[in-house]
């Protein structure tokens, strides 16, 4: 299902013979204009066409397809190309228009793997910053196969890419919000903690992240779920993407204690453990390797201070705040860029003559003064 590409040698020749300034200006003959705008139009993919091509395709059943000599791997093609078409958010939207989304959704339940996995992420770029066509998965049943391939499949790049797709689905959508909680969402998200594959596990962590962020509340419900025990694993974790979202975890579970200093946890001193650690950590990083750890500098600090009430040893070992990060960056652009008028302002000299320079008293006429 390849697409052949544009006549792009035809067009260069065509418009080097008449740009290449050995022909003089001259308009366009009738026939030139003709085979122009033929070569181009022939070229010219009609996306929505091709879009009803694909959601034909998709409607039928995978047998028929098989013995058609259409493979898995040409429906991932296919899939492919789609995504590149929807993320154009008036065709995102338009998918459901043309009866696309519907036998997208239920690529997510193929005998395939790696179509379950490229239908989520086909729908992830669908939903992604797109209410509208959130609204429309979710009225057509969408969570129920995502939540399904996330929580159980046997494939983890399935569930990796499910878990994806319901990250943008519930993004800024109170309902899609609501959906997953009811649907025991969070303990899927412990799970997915537990998981090896380091991708499974900073997806689940930017998503707990941003659920708490949308409600404080649910910071009682993963800690009754034993969230805090797994991201003080994970802030051990040799990949620092995890341990910098666990620490971040974890710096609003530490908030949330500070807020009500009534509670406590039993958990305390295995933080400060952890804490202390990577401490350690950080102090025996190379110059390079702190360079890239800043956030995680700051994170440190930050958990330290809300369990011990004073800086962490980052600041006293001057590790905070490494030289030159806070200094922006040089200006080597403004002196070639300069604005047009601040540019004539700055040459402009309306008085050539030195500021130094003593000026002559101007002649004055009329009677002299008054003796």
């Given amino acids: 299902m390849a697409r052949e590409g ?5 067009l260069l020749k065509w418009s080097l013979f008449h740009a ?4 003089s200006s001259r308009n366009l003959s009738e026939e030139d204009r003709r085979w122009f705008m033929e070569a181009m139009q022939g070229q010219t993919i009609d996306v929505i066409k091709r879009m009803k091509e694909i959601t034909l395709v998709m409607k039928t059943p995978e047998q028929v397809l098989e013995s058609q000599g259409v493979t898995a791997q040409d429906v991932e093609d296919m899939l492919d190309e789609l995504q590149e078409h929807v993320e154009s958010i008036d065709n995102a939207n338009d998918l459901h228009s043309i009866g696309g989304l519907a036998p997208l959704l239920d690529y997510l339940r193929s005998s395939h793997p790696n179509i379950r996995a490229k239908a989520a992420d086909v729908v992830s770029t669908v939903v992604q910053n797109n209410p509208r066509s959130q609204q429309l998965v979710m009225e057509a049943n969408g969570m129920e196969p ?54 499974f596990q900073r997806k689940a962590l930017n998503l707990i992240h941003y ?30 993407d995890v341990r910098e979202a666990a620490l971040r975890s974890l710096l609003d579970l530490a908030r949330d204690r500070s807020e009500k200093p009534d509670t406590s946890s039993e958990d305390d001193d295995k933080l400060k453990q952890i804490l202390q650690d990577r401490v350690k950590g950080i102090s025996a990083m190379s110059l390079e390797d702190l360079g890239a750890a800043k956030e995680e ?6 958990l330290w201070k809300a369990c011990h009430n004073e800086p962490s040893p980052l600041f006293e070992q001057g590790l905070l705040s490494l030289p030159g ?27 050539p003559k030195p500021e130094n320079e003593k000026k002559e008293a101007p002649l004055l006429l009329g009677p002299g003064p008054s003796a």
């Fill in 146 to 199: 995502l939540l399904t391939n996330f929580t159980s499949d046997p494939d983890v790049t399935v569930r990796t890419k499910a878990l994806g797709a319901i990250s943008s689905l519930i993004r800024h959508n109170k309902s899609g919000i609501t959906a997953f909680r009811l649907a025991n969402g969070y303990a899927a998200l412990r799970d997915a903690l537990g998981s090896e594959s380091v991708r």
């Fill in 297 to 302: 500098r700051e994170l440190v600090d930050s």
């Fill in 20 to 23: 290449d300034g050995t022909n």
């Fill in 6 to 10: 544009p006549n792009w040698e035809g």
């Fill in 211 to 240: 659920l708490l962020s949308e409600n404080r509340s649910d910071i009682g419900v993963i800690s009754e779920l034993g969230f805090p025990r797994i991201m003080m694993h994970l802030a051990s974790s040799e990949d620092s």
């Fill in 325 to 351: 990060e806070d200094t922006p960056p040089p200006d080597v652009a403004s002196q070639y860029f300069q604005p047009p008028l601040r540019a004539f302002a700055a040459n402009r000299n309306p008085d």
